[in-house]
């Protein structure tokens, strides 16, 4: 009871300095900051999110989230690192990747890129790219990377290397050799296979044996003539087509002669060795009975029958007496040598054979075994042999 008389006295004296007491204070600026510092009931609290991975800017420099995974790309197969190419055009890359940490269901895929040959990356359906360069001696870098969604091996693999191949690569083949055996030289047989219709020069180009050395191919005689071409100076010029062998032996037509046969070659039979390529005979000479059907029969049999086309010789004796057929025989026996058929034939379409015998006079080759190796003049290979 005691306390009423107190509380009474407490209302009294703030009645009376209240003035006092609260002068100064800014009570709406008191219960704005109440009100700031204690939230209603009704307002509940803002719950802080985590930032998800995003690319944020930072004084105009683009930052990137860093990925979920990294990736990692391997070359499994393919040319080594400085790799000089010398007996293909064609080259094959396999590749796989990896993810860390692994990526279970995700599907990896591969881009590849062949600087100086692709303009960009190139999408690689599976884990192997096929490639086939063009011919001439080129440094390349190839390069994979491996890619899940929209994350890419931002260090792919990559690999340098280079091709030295001719630019006569698949146009001019050995297409066999045969070793030094006996009495028979060693041979090599070159063929010819290409569209173009200028012929390919070989003279200057190396034969190349890994036991026994090498040698160049000189120059031959495309037209032999005994007296015009006494000496070769013409390049061999292989046409489409042609074969050119080549022999450790002897030319038969005398040393250093490489030469194409022609129609003619049967009548140089008797003069050079029985070996020298081209016609065995003179048949280009024989005559059709309708070009001889103006003589009298008994003439016509005589030509077609008495006269020796596989020995290339005239009979000096029998000669019918027929004014005509004397005559005929005249003008025959004046084309009837090498340089009479020579005269007569050498601008026909067909007068030269696609054949070239070219004759290096040196042991080349292993007996047993080797590999045969074909340069053109700049020194690239054209093609391997191996036996």
Not at 113 to 141: C, E, F, M, P
Not at 185 to 199: G, I, K, V, Y
Request: with cysteine; glycine share 6%; charged share 20%.
């Amino acid at each position: 009871m005691f306390l009423i008389p107190i509380f009474i006295i407490l209302i009294v004296f703030a009645a009376t300095y209240a003035d006092d007491l609260f002068k100064g204070i800014d009570l709406s600026s008191f219960l704005k900051l109440n009100l700031s510092v204690q939230p209603s009931k009704s307002q509940a609290p803002v719950k802080t999110q985590q930032q998800q991975p995003s690319t944020t800017y930072r004084q105009g420099t683009q930052t990137r989230a860093p990925p979920p995974f990294i990736l990692e790309t391997f070359i499994t197969k393919g040319t080594k690192e400085g790799e000089i190419i010398l007996d293909t055009n064609r080259v094959t890359f396999e590749f796989s990747g990896t993810a860390n940490p692994q990526q279970a269901q995700s599907t990896m895929y591969f881009e590849t890129l062949l600087q100086g040959v692709d303009a960009s990356w190139q999408s690689t359906s599976g884990n192997r790219r096929d490639i086939t360069l063009v011919t001439g001696s080129k440094q390349y870098t190839f390069l994979v990377r491996s890619k899940i969604g929209d994350i890419v091996d931002e260090t792919p693999a990559k690999v340098n290397f280079r091709i030295a191949i001719s630019p006569y690569f698949q146009k001019i083949r050995i297409s066999s050799f045969r070793p030094l055996s006996g009495l028979n030289p060693a041979l090599a047989t070159l063929r010819a296979s290409f569209d173009q219709e200028t012929a390919i020069n070989i003279t200057g180009w190396t034969l190349k044996s890994r036991w026994t050395g090498d040698f160049r191919i000189p120059y031959g005689i495309e037209k032999y003539h005994p007296i015009m071409n006494s000496f070769p100076a013409e390049p061999i010029a292989v046409k489409r087509s042609d074969t050119a062998y080549i022999s450790s032996g002897k030319s038969p037509l005398g040393k250093g002669r490489n030469f194409r046969p022609n129609q003619c070659f049967g009548y140089l039979k008797s003069s050079f060795a029985a070996s020298l390529p081209g016609p065995s005979s003179c048949s280009i000479d024989k005559p059709r009975v309708e070009q001889i059907n103006h003589l009298s029969p008994i003439c016509q049999e005589f030509i077609l029958t008495k006269i020796d086309y596989g020995s290339c010789k005239l009979p000096d004796k029998g000669i019918p007496s027929n004014p005509d057929c004397v005559s005929y025989l005249t003008s025959l026996a004046e084309g009837f040598s090498y340089e009479g058929c020579y005269q007569k034939r050498n601008q026909e379409q067909n007068f030269l054979s696609s054949e070239w015998y070219v004759y290096v006079e040196s042991d080349f080759g292993n007996i047993f075994h080797d590999t045969i190796t074909l340069y053109d003049q700049t020194g690239l290979v054209v093609d391997t042999y191996i036996y």
